[in-house]
Each structure stands twice: as structure tokens, then as C-alpha cells.
Nanobody, 113 residues
């Protein structure tokens, strides 16, 4: 059974930082491309960042230079370091196995003063 469990969301002021983590189980993690998506009400879920099994990252233009995705294959985990947060980053963030039907439960990130 595949499980993806996110943690680390919360409320932060504009310009602040948050780190999201996702613990994966039930997959051969080191071969999986992992991704972070986000969604706001009324909009489609959008890709934030993804990282291949060997650690090659890709970022959405809106977060490039501010967010960093990383993974620890020994711990079966993927993280998203978010810096210089803006109000537009407010969303529910989801961890996923890219190309597969597996999603975490989501974690709320709210950027507000």
C-alpha cells in the first residue's frame, strides 16, 4: 500500500520560509520521480517542483530561485524548502509520485501578514 504523508505547512508572513516534508512508503523510492503540486480553490492543481530518482530537479517558473526540492533516498523522503514566500504561494501543497495515481493528503500553506 502506497502512502505519502506530508508535514510542515502552516502560517507564515510574506518573505518568510517554510519547509515541507513528505515521507513515502510502499514504493521503490529511489526509482521514483517525486513531485510537489499545489492547489487553490477554484483552480487546477499545478506543478511546483519535481525531482528524479538521481536528484535532478525541475521548477515552475513562479517558484524558481525561491524554492528548493531535495530528496533522501535512504529515508524515503522528499522535501520542499520554500523561501521568500509570497501571498500567491498560499495553497494546499501535495506530494506525489509523478506519473502515478498516488497523492498525499495535502498540507496547507498560508502566507499572510
Amino acid at each position: 500500500q502506497v502512502q505519502l504523508v506530508e508535514s510542515g505547512g502552516g502560517l507564515v508572513q510574506p518573505g518568510g520560509s517554510l519547509r515541507l516534508s513528505c515521507a513515502a512508503s510502499g514504493i521503490t523510492f529511489r526509482f521514483a520521480t517525486m513531485g510537489w503540486y499545489r492547489q487553490v480553490p477554484g483552480k487546477q492543481r499545478e506543478l511546483v517542483a519535481r525531482i528524479t530518482g538521481v536528484g535532478a530537479p525541475t521548477y515552475a517558473a513562479s517558484v524558481k530561485g525561491r524554492f528548493t526540492i531535495s530528496r533522501d533516498n535512504a529515508a524515503n523522503s522528499v522535501a520542499l524548502q520554500m523561501n521568500s514566500l509570497k501571498a500567491d504561494d498560499t495553497a494546499v501543497y501535495y506530494c506525489t509520485v509523478v506519473g502515478g495515481p498516488y497523492w498525499g493528503q495535502g498540507t496547507q500553506v498560508t502566507v499572510s501578514s
